[in-house]
């Protein structure tokens, strides 16, 4: 599964945070019910949660990996570098013609990637043409929830300590596009501020990212030693692809994302078996090159 030859090259390791750290949806269908509550749009509360489960669940002409245009209030379909045509939130064909899209970037700010499910209810939040307020309010009551009963999302162990473990590397970093107040307070409730040299919060990904990884070419590493790790591919892996860096796709969700990533995994549990892997390639490689011959002699006598 695992192509060992390029992970033992790997130096560094960006982590992202929402959704590759930990996997939750089930706050999904509170955060459109905040967001609606107390709105004129409060009818549609039941509609508007429907519609996210089917997202989620694949069951919806609306897919991961589409981007939702806020001013035409379309979801636009990506193939390549081009959009080539929009839907309606009921799924049929969008009144423009598809032409009409074709030469915007997707850098556009009026366009929100759907690469999460935190993207789904931002998309839904310009449906409803909320203020700003609302979605930062819905946001920071559904976020404080997650980190205390009933609601409290599990924390794999098992991959936390793998990551621990992956010593090999020279560098493990995490970038979340959260804000450094709930972003300190995740970290805090899963107990892992400690696994990483670099930490960004509010990271402003991609373009965070793309900075950040033009500092680490800077400081003398080659692209191909640097692997990003995420579950939105338009945030934590399209600005690494592009230059030359490796990239890991985690997410339990399907994804029309037309793009091909170095690795496609969906489980938690599946990266922590990476952590593993390349803690393995790395040190093996570094023993068969006579590279570190004191581990060479340690893993002698241990065996």
Known sequence: MYNKTWLSVIKVVIFDMDGTLYQDDTYLERYIRYLLEGTEHEGDTEAAMRLGRAILSDCHAIRFGYFYHTR???????????????LTWDGTAGEGPAQDYESLSAHEPYLIPIGDPWGIAAALSHRYKLPEQRLRSAFERVRGEMLLPPYGFACHDDLFRAIEELTAVEKKSLMTNTHLESGVAFVGYMGIGHLFGDVAYG??????????????????????EILSIGDNPWNDL????????????????????????????HRLE??????????????????????DRVEADKQEIQG
């Not at 373009?207 to 500092?215: R, V, W």
């Not at 599946?270 to 590279?291: F, H, N, P, Y």
């Open 72 to 86: 035409d209030d379309v979801s636009l379909v990506q193939e390549g570098e081009r959009f080539v045509r929009s």
């Open 203 to 224: 990271a402003n990904k991609p373009a965070g990212l793309q900075s950040y990884f033009g500092s680490l070419l800077a400081q003398g590493y080659r692209p191909e």
């Open 238 to 265: 399209h600005p690494v692809k592009k230059l030359g860096g490796r990239t890991c796709f985690i997410s339990p969700y399907p994804s029309s994302d037309p793009e091909v990533w170095d690795l496609r995994l």
């Open 270 to 291: 599946e990266l922590a078996q990476l952590m593993r892997v390349i803690q393995q390639s790395i040190t093996g490689r570094k023993i068969a090159d006579g590279e």
